[in-house]
């Protein structure tokens, strides 16, 4: 074989890896074109399946998912950034929210819940969307391992009173884990405050669609 043609093989071998790797690249980008509307569906499928558990369906009709608000107050709603808050409607009456609520003090980081509040104040249900609490000690917050989080249903800002909105170790209504006051503690006051927080801005979180901050 001559330094020709080991040259000319060199050159179409490098073409070759040159025509695949477009190849690759452009299939990548079909697919992934065509997976997008897929994946926004799941995704949308998800974020339903989670309000409803804290809002049942039943209660409204509008597009929850679609029908948001971005608001700021870190005081009571545990962050500096914009969270979420879903509007229920019902034949486009206003009848429940569901407040996204960060508890920033929890025993391994920030605790992301759901908090649904009905029209007249009283929860709907809470649920934890995320979380580091250590394995076995933060499990009681699961619903999937503990209805303690279905305590909150039916409570509002002034019941139990400001001292009940508390874990028993501190005086008041709601239990604590075996070994574990930290993250219940935690998720009481983030419940308690997003209460105050309804209370506060009910009126301006169904008619407003700008920003709402502190």
């Known amino acids: 074989m001559t330094k020709i043609d080991s040259g000319k093989k060199i050159v179409l071998a490098g073409w070759l890896l040159a025509v695949t790797a477009l190849l690759g690249t452009g299939l990548m980008m079909i697919v992934n074109s065509h997976s997008k509307p897929f ?14 558990s804290v809002l049942s369906p ?24 914009k969270t979420t808050v879903y ?50 000690l933060g499990d009681g917050i699961e619903i999937q ?7 909150f249903t039916g409570k509002s800002k002034n019941d139990p009173s ?6 028993k170790r501190d ?16 998720i009481v006051s983030a419940v308690h405050n997003a209460l105050i927080y309804f209370e506060q801005h009910q009126g301006d979180l169904f008619a407003s669609k700008e920003i709402l901050t502190e």
């Open 39 to 52: 994946i926004a569906k799941n995704e949308r499928l998800v974020l339903l399946r989670t309000l409803n």
């Open 58 to 81: 039943d209660l409204y009709d509008n597009d929850i998912v679609n029908d948001t608000l971005s608001v700021v107050d870190e005081k009571l709603l545990g962050s500096p950034n």
């Open 87 to 136: 509007r229920a409607r019902l034949e486009s009456k206003p009848v429940a929210a569901v407040l996204q609520v960060i508890a920033p003090n929890g025993y391994s980081g920030s605790i992301l819940l759901l908090v649904g509040i009905n029209l007249s104040g009283e929860i709907a249900g809470v649920r934890v969307v995320k979380h580091k609490e250590t394995p076995g």
């Open 145 to 151: 391992r503990s209805d303690w989080i279905e305590s």
């Open 162 to 167: 400001y001292i009940g909105w508390k874990v």
């Open 171 to 186: 005086g008041g209504e709601f239990d604590q884990f075996t070994g574990a006051t930290i993250t219940p503690r935690a």
